[in-house]
């Protein structure tokens, strides 16, 4: 990751809510906030600003209807290009991803890394490493368990909140979208790993391979493999994600 330990101690300025009125959208109106962050952190003393980017409220969807645009609409892709385009416009204002978590962060310190050219360069992987484990035929079988009870659980923390909602995390789909992560890293491909392509309903495979597995752990634990997927659970959550702003 680009943030080392800029972020292990001292104040941090949190952006809990952000609020757009929607005459000043798509007009680079979220720029012009920089530098009344950076001027409260200053006066805080805090050297970073974080924001978690991850969710929008299903109220404030509008969902095309059907043959509007090429491909049908579901509200799961029109809200992963929302906050697509809601972390592009951090990204402007300095934001980079912290690691693989949904946070997004800025540093005051004109020299950081976070401000820095974007690059297309991929984070570099141990993938050798991991090669063992993720070739392993048991390592597919436990991804599966882990995705069954995490899915079940998520669902279930959804139906407290939605009345009369479908299950949005579905074990199949979450497998084959972690598998891409699975290929990615016994082909020893970054770029596939660490981004999310069309057709993918959830996240970056590196982070729904990590979080099916971290959160999950009562599932693996006591396998043949379990320090080797131990490892590979610590080496996601190491890395960082390519400083390109089209994919923060």
Not at 87 to 100: C, L, T
Not at 108 to 119: F, I, K, L, S
Not at 184 to 194: C, N, S, W, Y
Request: with cysteine; charged share 25%; net charge positive.
């Amino acid at each position: 990751s680009i943030w080392g330990d800029a972020l292990d101690a001292g104040a941090i300025l949190v952006i809990n809510h952000v609020e757009l009125h929607p005459a000043y959208r798509r007009k680079g109106a979220l720029e012009h906030l920089c530098g009344a962050f950076k001027a409260v952190c200053r006066e805080i003393c805090a050297p970073c600003v974080v924001a978690k980017v991850d969710f929008i409220a299903s109220k404030h969807l509008k969902i095309p209807p059907p043959g509007r645009t090429k491909r049908n609409s579901t509200e799961s892709t029109v809200k992963r290009g929302l906050i697509h385009t809601l972390r592009d416009s951090f990204a402007s204002m300095g934001f980079r991803r912290i690691g693989i978590t949904d946070y997004m962060a800025m540093a005051v310190d004109p020299a950081h890394q976070c401000w820095w050219p974007a690059t297309h360069k991929a984070p570099e992987f141990p993938f050798r490493e991991v090669a063992k484990t993720v070739s392993n035929t048991e390592f597919r079988a436990l991804l599966e368990k882990c995705a069954d009870v995490e899915c079940a659980a998520r669902n279930k923390s959804l139906a407290q909140i939605t009345v009369g909602g479908s299950d949005h995390w579905k074990p199949a789909q979450v497998v084959r979208e972690a598998s891409i992560g699975i290929d990615a890293l016994i082909a020893h491909d970054a770029k596939r790993l660490f981004d999310v392509h069309d057709g993918q309903e959830y996240d970056m495979p590196a982070k729904l391979l990590h979080d099916m597995l971290s959160r999950q752990e009562a599932v693996w634990k006591r396998t043949k493999i379990s320090a080797g997927i131990r490892d590979l659970v610590m080496k996601l959550a190491e890395m960082g994600h390519p400083m390109q702003a089209s994919s923060l």
